[in-house]
């Protein structure tokens, strides 16, 4: 039996990272910023991961003992797996930074679904004895009342294998994968872009349960040309196989309308600053598309959407909408120029929102 450390104890860290670790019989070190959460998990000893649909037995998570950065040692670690949010990375690696014996190496994994996680994760810890990764999540995760989680049961987390640089990880759950920086943007453009058409035209619609969303006919026939389109563009991009990519979108699909998996629209909307980025999962499909001269024009409505997307616990986003117009947000954050095609489409569809909101 080995340590690991997992950064990170919010649902992610915990219930889906900490659930393969636990059934992989790893002894678990987590660490995180928030004082009250590591008290709680000490305190506890243990918590239980449920799964949607009740798919199999819940598992009870133990073996593990939880700390602070100003408490925690990472003697006898050698493995480490980040699940923080992309704006938090750097300050991640800040800490790992003071805290990495320089007499031995280190292998990192990020699990956070944003844009070049490993190499923000890698300048900010500046060291040479580091490998660093990046995995993407696909399983999803709810924190209900207390420390239990309610969880997908998603077997592995698939990471990055060449910036392993040969390490196999002994835990038979993380599956590293040769090529990943494609599967990355195939995930991202295909999963996590379709998401953003449920949860942002989703609350347009007034949806608060994110499955009522994904299921609505509108919504639906919406997700149907999106797909089409975006695998059309892929297997053109990346060369992957029309049945293949067509079988990954639909998994994608079975997801997000399952009715046992319990969500909310909000919590797929937030951050949408992040989501709208030039080279994220909604504009990145939308230049994709547009290279390819083919029809983005459900992800151009759902830009708009999220442009236009409101909720009171979104201080960072409602103070960029408090300071930028939906103009100055397409060209600060989207990366998309007045006289673009897709600015045109956007704020076309901007109106239309706002006519009927």
Request: aromatic share 10%.
């Amino acid at each position: 039996m080995s340590k690991v450390a997992v950064v990170g104890a919010g649902k992610t860290g915990r219930g889906f990272i900490g659930r393969l670790l636990k059934e992989a019989d790893e002894e678990i070190i987590f660490i995180d910023k928030n004082e009250r959460l590591v008290n709680a998990l000490n305190e506890a000893g243990k918590y239980r991961v449920n799964f949607f649909g009740n798919v199999r037995e819940p598992l009870v998570v133990d073996n593990f003992k939880a700390y602070t950065w100003e408490t925690v040692s990472l003697d006898g670690v050698e493995l480490i797996l980040v699940s923080v949010g992309g704006q938090n990375l750097s300050d991640v690696g800040e800490n790992l930074k003071k805290l990495l014996d320089g007499n031995k190496h280190y292998y990192i994994i990020t699990g956070e679904n944003a844009s070049n996680p490993s190499e923000t994760l890698r300048n900010a810890v500046g060291k040479e004895n580091i490998s660093v990764s990046e995995a993407t999540v696909f399983c999803t995760t709810i924190e209900e009342n207390g420390l239990d989680i309610n969880s997908e049961n998603y077997p592995y987390l698939q990471c990055d294998a060449d910036l392993l640089e040969g390490y196999v990880p002994a835990v038979k759950q993380i599956k590293p994968i040769r090529k990943f920086s494609n599967f990355l943007t195939r995930k991202l453009y295909t999963y996590n872009a379709a998401s953003c058409v449920i949860a942002y035209l989703g609350w347009v619609k007034g949806y608060i349960n994110y499955a009522d969303a994904a299921n609505d006919e509108e919504i639906l026939k919406l997700l149907d040309e999106n797909y089409k389109v975006t695998n059309k563009v892929l297997c053109m991009e990346f060369a992957y196989e029309k049945e293949d990519q067509e079988e990954f979108a639909l998994l994608s699909k079975k997801k997000f309308c399952d009715r046992t998996i319990v969500d909310t629209v909000s919590r797929n909307a937030r951050d949408p600053q992040r989501k709208l980025a030039a080279s994220e999962r909604i504009m990145g499909p939308i230049r994709l598309i547009h290279k390819y001269g083919e029809d983005a024009s459900v992800l151009e409505k759902t830009a708009a959407a999220a442009i236009l997307y409101r909720a009171e616990w979104e201080d960072a986003w409602t103070k960029i909408q408090a300071e930028k117009s939906p103009e100055q947000i397409l060209e600060d954050i989207c990366g998309v120029k007045s006289g673009e095609q897709i600015f045109d489409n956007i704020m076309k569809y901007i109106e239309e929102i706002r006519a009927g909101l």
